[in-house]
């Protein structure tokens, strides 16, 4: 399938319109990341706690910042996480400062009573039964101590609590379900529970306006660790990629594609440090991802170079590059354009645990194909025509 038929563009007479939007794309990436706030490193590279909390109306985020602060927790970050329908707020909390794990109950458990203290429902008793925080070990215990269906004197004590722990986990599934959140107590209709038992839920507990979700730590050390890993892989996968590409072309075409590679590698994160998205594991593979597809692309171009340097030996090598370029144009379009529609489908589906390596992908796609024409091949240009005159000088 032609989507552009016997295509005859002179690529490399627009070289320099290419490398001017590269160099003026490089500098804005270079002020921002050594001017500007640079990288924002995810708690995967930093260390740190994750505190992820569902709220049951739209958050202020202003007065949650201020709640946090006053409660003196470290909270560098809250800022809105998915949708915002999801009502969901990630709490970023201060770098670990020693080497040994945090107690991440301690973590959750003090922000959750800041939250309280500032969110709570003053018209229920504060220490009183939460039914979008108690575990469902904690409402099993809540249930066999109030006994609601008066059972203890007729069951067992292991049926007892066997009758009450199903009911629980019934609840609890139910809150799972509903993303951490009970809204109302009509939603326990539903679930079978025993009218006794929805009545005492309904008298003695209370639906908190927010609940603590998740959290996640890590400390400075496995960030430290994590960093350097991460600098080595794209290090060593570029090292492998040059001696591979060196070895089955020429050297000149094994430098031209590294370098085109650090050139979508740079202006992606350049493009992650402009908007401010955070850097996490996720991004750093679709970093990865993106260099064994850049590196695909330009492969393609120079392997057809190669064979027209046989086809085409009267012919200079600019127009054999060009040559080479409009005939995998085509493919080049309907592989990129396909894979571009894919990854930005799931960075606008994805939600928000995929929106930074979908993000990376989106950004990288269009670079990586970009550089392939207008990076790769001008360089290989420049090394064919430096290497020419340096031959007829010698022979002078």
């Given at each position: ?7 005859k563009?002179?690529w490399?007479?627009?070289?320099w ?10 500098l ?5 990341l ?31 910042r ?7 927790l470290?909270?560098?970050?809250v800022t809105?996480?998915d949708?915002p329908?999801?009502?969901e707020?990630?709490?970023?909390m201060?770098?670990?400062?020693t080497?040994?794990?945090e ?6 458990q003090?922000v959750?009573?800041?939250?309280r203290a500032?969110?709570?429902?003053e ?11 108690v ?13 609601p ?6 069951l067992?004590?292991?049926?007892f609590?066997?009758h ?6 019934r609840v609890?599934?139910?809150?799972t ?12 209709d539903?679930?079978?529970l025993?009218?006794?038992?929805l009545s005492a839920l309904?008298e003695?507990?209370?639906l908190g306006?927010f609940?603590?979700i ?6 400075p ?6 960093r350097e890993r991460a600098?080595s892989a794209?290090f060593?996968?570029l ?14 075409y094994?430098v031209?594609a ?10 992606t994160?350049?493009f992650?440090?402009v908007?401010g998205?955070?850097i ?12 064994g ?24 090598i600019?127009?054999?590059i060009?040559t080479s ?5 085509n ?7 396909m894979t ?24 990288g796609?269009?670079?990586g ?21 340096r031959?007829?000088k010698a022979r002078?």
């Amino acid at each position: 399938m032609d989507i552009v038929r016997n295509p005859k563009i002179d690529w490399l007479g627009k070289k320099w319109y290419f490398i001017g939007v590269s160099a003026f794309f490089g500098l804005l990436s270079a002020l921002s990341l050594l001017v500007g706030e640079g990288l924002n490193l995810g708690v995967d590279f930093t260390g740190g706690t994750l505190v992820y909390v569902k709220f049951m109306e739209a958050p202020d985020l202003k007065r949650i910042r201020s709640t946090l602060g006053r409660a003196d927790l470290g909270a560098q970050e809250v800022t809105r996480f998915d949708e915002p329908s999801a009502n969901e707020v990630q709490i970023r909390m201060a770098r670990v400062e020693t080497a040994e794990a945090e107690d991440l109950g301690a973590k959750s458990q003090a922000v959750f009573d800041a939250l309280r203290a500032e969110f709570g429902d003053e018209a229920h008793d504060p220490q009183g039964l939460d039914l979008n925080n108690v575990s469902s070990h904690g409402l099993s215990s809540w249930l066999q101590e109030r006994d609601p269906e008066g059972l203890q004197s007729n069951l067992s004590i292991s049926e007892f609590e066997e009758h009450y722990s199903a009911l629980a986990a019934r609840v609890a599934d139910h809150r799972t379900s509903q993303s951490g959140i009970i809204a109302d107590y009509s939603d326990l209709d539903g679930l079978g529970l025993p009218d006794s038992v929805l009545s005492a839920l309904r008298e003695d507990s209370i639906l908190g306006s927010f609940t603590v979700i998740s959290v996640e730590s890590v400390g400075p050390k496995v960030g430290n660790e994590l960093r350097e890993r991460a600098q080595s892989a794209i290090f060593f996968s570029l090292l492998g990629m040059l001696i591979y590409i060196a070895f089955r072309f020429r050297p000149i075409y094994g430098v031209a594609a590294i370098i085109a590679l650090f050139h979508d590698v740079f202006l992606t994160l350049g493009f992650f440090s402009v908007s401010g998205k955070e850097i996490s594991l996720t991004v750093l593979a679709a970093l990865l991802t993106l260099v064994g597809y850049s590196i695909n692309d330009t492969i393609v171009v120079f392997d057809r170079v190669r064979e027209n340097l046989k086809l085409m030996r009267r012919e200079k090598i600019s127009v054999i590059i060009n040559t080479s370029i409009n005939q995998t144009l085509n493919r080049t379009i309907m592989t990129s354009g396909m894979t571009f529609l894919a990854v930005f489908a799931l960075y606008m589906l994805g939600g928000e645990a995929l929106s930074g390596f979908a993000l990376a992908l989106v950004a990288g796609i269009i670079v990586g194909t970009y550089s392939s024409v207008a990076i790769a091949s001008p360089i290989v240009l420049w090394w064919q025509n430096f290497s020419e005159k340096r031959k007829l000088k010698a022979r002078a």
